[in-house]
């Protein structure tokens, strides 16, 4: 998966890439429920910039991005499938989608926002939708890690939810591209996780 877009401020692109591992041992064969081969191949966020001769890696993130597959859970589509990477106004943005193919009804969709800090890319925003398949409804969360707000809203795929939107603080709290580790579900506060 490819994007690219200015995140220096020099006015150039950027190129940000994901890209995985081919190890066929990592492959791994499902009798159950799901995919009948599961891709457990890790996968890194690389962003290059333009240099002499060529490009140069300005950022890498090993944990950000999961794999295609799960053996922990079989039924989940690659959260790819749905999502991607896109560059706007200096800030690099993973959606990432996660929902089973069997076993739940629930679904959520996750954006991480980066936005480069000196030589390192910090995390300054997260965006949460979550809803029930069945039922359409759920809830919407978006955190400013930059302000120390968080909002949460009623969701629904249908119309306009019921009720109103809630304004909480957060404490303060960095996460940077190159050591978040989405698999550790880091804690943002008592309700609300990055994962």
């Known amino acids: 998966m490819r994007a690219s877009g ?19 041992a990592r492959v791994i064969a499902n009798d159950g429920l799901g995919a ?17 001769g060529g490009f140069r890696q300005i950022a890498a993130g090993d944990h950000v991005v999961p ?10 589509v690659d959260p790819l499938e749905d999502g991607g990477l896109s560059v706007s106004r ?9 929902w089973t193919s069997c076993g739940s009804w629930g679904t959520s969709g996750n954006t991480y926002k980066f936005r480069l800090e000196g030589n390192r890319f910090r995390l300054i925003g997260f965006d949460r939708t979550e809803f029930m398949r ?3 409804r759920g809830q919407q ?11 949460t809203s009623p969701y629904s ?14 404490e303060p709290q960095r996460y940077y591209l190159d050591t978040l580790d989405i698999a550790e579900c880091p804690q943002i506060d008592r309700e609300t996780y990055l994962c």
């Not at 401020?9 to 190890?23: N, S, Y």
């Not at 969360?141 to 909002?151: D, H, I, M």
């Not at 795929?157 to 957060?170: C, H, L, Q, V």
């Open 6 to 24: 200015d995140l220096t401020g020099d006015g150039q692109p950027e190129t940000v890439l994901i890209i995985r591992a081919i190890d066929p």
């Open 36 to 52: 009948n081969s599961l891709d457990t191949n890790p996968r890194r966020l690389l962003v290059f910039e333009k240099a002499a």
């Open 67 to 76: 794999p295609s597959g799960s053996e922990d859970t079989p039924c989940l």
């Open 90 to 98: 200096r800030v690099l943005s993973l959606n990432l989608r996660f």
């Open 134 to 136: 069945n039922t359409g």
């Open 141 to 151: 969360v978006s955190v400013n890690f930059l302000t120390l707000r968080k909002k």
């Open 157 to 170: 795929i249908e119309s306009d939810a019921p009720g109103k939107a809630r304004w909480s603080s957060i």
